[in-house]
């Protein structure tokens, strides 16, 4: 929770041990709660990767490009009727956009976003 953009953090707990040690982060001190040596070196990891953070938004033609490169991974294990229905429900379909670069700009993870958006065209198709 101390990390920008964090409101929430819901830890999944099977018992009692488990809830009680998940409340313990609460009286965590300053040096426990301080991520900034393990976030440094993840970065590496996720750089050019899309993490469906949706910094990237608001997109101008309102597309949902978080929800679409989620798509686009999942595709990477199969293409199901269930992602080309999922595409098929969204209100605005990659093949809207206008390539105007904003979202590349605020992607955090330095993703070419406009490069994923054409993947997804030539994927899931223009409508």
């Known amino acids: 929770l101390a990390q920008p953009g964090v409101t929430l953090a ?3 707990v099977n018992n009692e041990d488990e809830l ?3 409340l313990r982060t609460l009286e965590a001190g300053e040096a426990e709660r301080d991520f900034s040596g393990l976030l440094a070196g993840f970065g590496r990891y996720i750089e050019g990767e899309c993490t ?3 910094h990237c938004l608001p997109c101008p033609v309102v597309i949902d490009i978080g929800q679409i490169n989620r798509l686009l991974d ?41 490069s994923r958006i054409h993947q997804a065209v030539e994927l899931f198709g223009r409508g």
Do not use: I
């Open 10 to 12: 819901l830890p999944g």
């Open 20 to 22: 009680a040690a998940a």
């Open 52 to 54: 469906y953070c949706n």
């Open 74 to 114: 999942m595709a990477e294990w199969g293409r199901t009727t269930s992602l080309r229905d999922a595409y098929a429900a969204l209100p605005v379909k990659a093949s809207a956009c206008t390539e105007c670069g904003a979202c590349t700009k605020r992607c955090p993870f330095g993703v070419d976003v406009v």
